[in-house]
């Protein structure tokens, strides 16, 4: 199994900034994706960012030109950096652990806990 610790989430204005952190107990797999999803309430988890092991970045569209996401695999840790924060961001984000394959791409297995962010107008 794997173990999450995340932190760095909070309450911020409109214009924000604020930069999740997220350490894992091990990659688990040798080819991973780290990725981070966002709830908010009556709403689907989506999708905001993710990494792979060779450092190969994808965003959500809402997150593009905003958001950063970074991994430091000697330190097991995964980051979303997020700037230009709105009130559409708040949200419960989570981290996640993904098992990579050229077939399917990432397959998300394990998750973190979530961290709240709260943007005010």
């Known amino acids: 199994q794997v173990q999450f610790v995340e932190s760095g989430g909070g309450s911020v204005p409109s214009g924000g900034s604020l930069k999740l952190s997220c350490t894992i107990s091990?990659?688990?797999?040798?080819?991973?994706?780290l990725g981070w999803f966002r709830q908010a309430p009556g709403k689907q988890r989506e999708r905001v960012a993710s990494i792979d092991r060779d450092g190969q970045t994808t965003y959500a569209a809402p997150a593009k030109g905003r958001f950063s996401v970074s991994a430091d695999s000697a330190e097991n840790a995964g980051y979303l950096s997020m700037s230009s924060l709105e009130p559409d961001d708040t949200a419960m984000y989570y981290c996640?652990?993904?098992?990579?394959?050229?077939?399917?791409?990432?397959?998300?297995?394990?998750w973190g806990q979530g961290t709240q962010v709260t943007v005010s107008s």
């Open positions: 091990r990659y688990y797999y040798a080819n991973y994706c």
């Open positions: 996640s652990l993904a098992r990579k394959t050229r077939q399917l791409g990432c397959e998300w297995k394990f």
